[in-house]
């Protein structure tokens, strides 16, 4: 799977944040300007494509007219709002009241979005000679090719599209690898195979397969894949007077600079108008505890095999592709759900914001079988534009080397990285019974991880609890994170063991997993 651009600093890592940044900042401006109210408001839209990429001179693309429909996409997904086109004259702001009083209820799938002027109609599946091709006298490619694709003009080897089958044995035998096969970019990091072309050669999602990973949306070079976000959705709430709650993914480490500073995050979330902050990893050792207990119960005498449930691109991958094997997916609620429940007893009038690495999750927030109990969510991405608006330097920040959460386990905190939910289970089942073997196996990257449910199907692991992964990495690799995979994965790993705690057995609130899961109704 494609992950070439991950923490490299691009255009299009720019325009992504500008994007971000100034919708929070006209959100936030809101109160500084009663008297025009609306107007306001809807100006401030109409004119940000100019201010985010002003003059008459083209910086990206052929056409700065091209290059402002694009933003304006960008700049209504960035409000939750859908796709326009440019088929009729709109305004960007169309429809915003709805979407930040109605809440969720507006926010709807798609999610993710192929805005379709920005696509450079990539070539998929596609082999071509390249200009290394030395006309050499074996023509090896030539004499390999079962359908005799391939012929020699001007001592130039030339592939009849119509003729070839894509078995790609050209490339291999080609002795200067003069033989290029195109793939689409969007397509080729895509694990559910979901990416499509249109008419016009375009990609299209085929939404009946598509989980929201959010791989596509940062493997295209062209940015013309993006997600909605709830950013407005969240300054409203937090500009209207209410109790809003961040629940921070263990992934934050790092994301904003510095070494897991909690005290810097809690200042952070505070300027931003948040009236408290909680982490996440809390949840994920209850996840934890009821995953051991799931396991311990289902295998082997119910089930051949169980599955991790905390990522859910994996478990809705599972689901849909191998609906009669469903039950093998763990019934445990995931960090997030688990998180927001504990908040919500405490703060019942509150909005909670899920905060994290993860592109899915905005889907998981909106399933009507499981109560998440999750208002909005935000990427840290967008947590970020948040904070560039109101000039918040992160690195900055007071921080009294003190303060922590109250405290996850160390297992708990590496559920963000691959590998990590697989061995906090096995950790609390040893807690519990020591002798207890539990085998295990993960995959990461949904190709990986549906061959791994296939070869489980097979009999292939037995007894074997199963971690899957959607993002290569774990969830330090959503698509919504900031920084270079192995960098946030090194961040995590330190932060883990700063816990006093090393187990999730260990977590004060268990007493509570039966009342927060009381109401559980699975997919």
């Known amino acids: 799977m494609a992950d070439t651009m991950r923490g490299v600093y691009t255009n299009l890592t720019k325009i992504r944040r500008d994007v971000f940044r100034e919708v929070a900042k006209i959100c936030y401006s809101i109160p500084s300007h009663p008297e025009s109210g609306d107007e306001y408001f809807d ?18 693309r052929e056409s700065v007219f091209l290059e402002r429909a694009i933003i304006s996409e960008r700049i209504r997904l960035a409000l939750g709002l859908p796709l326009q086109g440019v088929d009729k004259p709109r305004r960007v702001s169309e429809g915003i009241k709805e979407a930040t009083t109605n809440g969720l209820d507006y926010y709807k799938p798609p999610l993710i979005n192929v805005i379709k002027f920005a696509c450079n109609a990539c070539k998929d599946n596609v082999y071509e000679v390249t200009n290394s091709c030395q006309g050499c006298l074996a023509h090896p490619c030539r004499e390999i090719c079962p ?28 002795p200067y690898h003069a033989i290029h096969h195109h793939v689409r970019p969007c397509a080729d990091a895509c694990g559910m195979h979901c990416i499509g072309s249109d008419e016009h050669g375009r990609a299209e999602i085929d939404y009946e397969k598509c989980v929201s990973c959010g791989q596509c949306l940062i493997n295209c070079p062209f940015g013309a894949i993006a997600d909605k976000s709830q950013i407005a959705q969240v300054i409203f709430s937090i500009l209207q007077g209410e109790e809003v709650i961040a629940a921070v993914a263990p992934a934050f480490v790092g994301q904003f600079g510095g070494k897991g500073n909690v005290g810097k995050l809690r200042e952070a979330f505070k300027l931003l108008g948040f009236s408290g902050v909680e982490e996440v990893a809390l949840g994920a050792d209850l996840c934890t505890v009821q995953e051991a207990e799931d396991y311990l119960s289902e295998v082997p005498d119910k089930l051949p095999f169980m599955g991790t449930s905390c990522c859910p691109a994996w478990a809705s991958m599972a689901k849909k592709e191998f609906p009669e094997h469903k039950e093998a997916i763990s019934m445990a609620l995931t960090p997030m759900v688990l998180t927001a429940r504990m908040i919500r007893s405490q703060h019942p009038n509150a909005k909670i914001v899920f905060v994290g690495p993860c592109a899915a999750k905005k889907g998981e927030a909106l399933r009507k079988s499981v109560r998440s109990e999750v208002d909005f969510v935000l990427t840290f991405e967008e947590m970020a534009g948040m904070m560039e608006a109101k000039d918040i330097d992160y690195l900055r920040l007071h921080d009294d080397n003190k303060s922590d959460f109250d405290v996850a386990s160390a297992d708990g905190r590496g559920f963000a990285v691959a590998g990590g939910v697989a061995n906090a289970v096995v950790n609390a089942i040893h807690e519990k019974y020591p002798d207890r073997e539990v085998p295990i196996a993960n995959a990461e990257g949904l190709d990986e991880c549906r061959q791994m449910m296939k070869d489980a199907i097979k009999g292939k692991y037995p007894g074997y609890l199963l971690e899957g992964m959607a993002c290569p990495g774990g969830c330090v690799a959503g698509a919504g994170t900031l920084v270079q995979i192995k960098k946030s994965a090194s ?20 007493d509570q997993l039966e009342s927060l899961t009381a109401d559980f109704d699975s997919e």
């Open 43 to 60: 100006d401030a839209f109409e004119n940000l494509p100019y201010k985010i990429l002003p003059g008459d001179v083209a910086t990206y």
């Open 491 to 510: 961040a995590v790993k330190r932060y883990a063991k700063r816990s006093p705690h090393k187990f999730a057995t260990e977590n004060e609130y268990l």
């Open 147 to 174: 359908k005799q694709a391939i012929s020699f003009h001007n001592k130039r080897a030339v592939i009849d599209q119509d003729l070839c089958i894509k078995c790609g044995r050209c490339a291999q035998i080609c």
